[in-house]
């Protein structure tokens, strides 16, 4: 459902860059190719979501998207989605809109005011993961320390169950192992953590750009992903939050083993992406 002239809390600045994106999609148009099946996409967050009209005529002309609203996914173009409703065809900013599979409000501890990462430093993990033979190539220290990072991430500083959760990701990558699946670190990741169960993440087999990133960490969902600007064997990167005042850009923080906690400009987290693997993962 739209909701008409609902603009009132959405920042000028939001709407001035929907017009770059509206003038860029016209003639970037033809070089994305049309969705074959039908794909939705919804706001990201709880809040409302503002729509621009593909022809745009006036401030009074953007419209407001309800947090439960879905629309079909007619195009993909720079800084959006072109999507059809029900007045015709309306341009989404990836700020505030994702895949539906990645809709919904965060459950993560970062959506906690006040958090830390830096608190993942305190934790002591066991020290198996140190010295441990491994199975292959992914299941790497690099792999333990990462997924510890996002257990962090997901329960907060009071979890204690690193001991156990690691050596059941142990047990899972041998069981992978066995079957010669190989996954890749970040789908394992993604694979482990919704063994349980439950949609504790979703894995999205296509390249990650900074628009997506910035829209999902807007809404307090962490993306994982791997790199390999600086290393042949790969960095696995969790960019977990947004850092920076309202109305300038924005840094990304990101954790990486060896490295610790690092925070990417937007020129930097871009050139990092540019060596990325084309999958990714999203802590929901």
Request: aromatic letters at 14%; hydrophobic letters at 45%.
């Amino acid at each position: 459902m739209i909701l008409k002239n609902r603009t009132g809390s959405f920042h000028l600045c939001s709407a001035m860059a929907a017009l770059l994106i509206i003038s860029g999609s016209v003639a970037a148009g033809s070089a994305f190719a049309e969705t074959v099946e039908a794909v939705f996409i919804k706001p990201a967050g709880s809040l409302y979501a503002p729509l621009y009209p593909r022809e745009f005529s006036s401030m009074a002309s953007i419209v407001a998207a309800e947090k439960d609203a879905r629309y079909k996914l007619v195009k993909e173009i720079p800084g959006g989605y072109i999507v059809e409703c029900e007045d015709g065809l309306f341009v989404a900013p990836y700020r505030w809109y994702v895949f539906e599979n990645l809709a919904g409000e965060s459950v993560n501890a970062t959506k906690n005011k006040g958090f830390d990462a830096s608190g993942f430093f305190r934790i002591e993990l066991p020290k198996e993961i140190e010295t441990s033979e491994f199975f292959f190539n992914n299941a790497s220290i690099k792999s333990f320390h990462s997924l510890a990072f996002l257990l962090f991430l997901k329960n907060g500083p009071k979890f204690d169950g690193y001991e156990q959760k690691l050596r059941d990701y142990d047990d899972f990558m041998a069981a992978a192992a066995k079957k010669k699946t190989n996954p890749p670190a970040v789908e394992a990741f993604c694979d482990f953590l919704n063994s349980g169960g439950s949609k504790a993440a979703v894995c999205m087999k296509r390249r990650l750009t900074a628009e997506i990133a910035y829209g999902l960490l807007e809404s307090h969902k962490p993306v994982v992903f791997m790199t390999f600007a600086n290393s042949a064997a790969g960095e696995i990167i969790a960019a977990y939050s947004l850092t920076g005042r309202e109305g300038f850009e924005k840094e990304a923080e990101c954790y990486i083993y060896g490295t610790g906690l690092k925070k990417f400009s937007r020129g930097e987290f871009e050139k990092t992406l540019e060596s990325s693997s084309n999958i990714f993962m999203v802590l929901m």
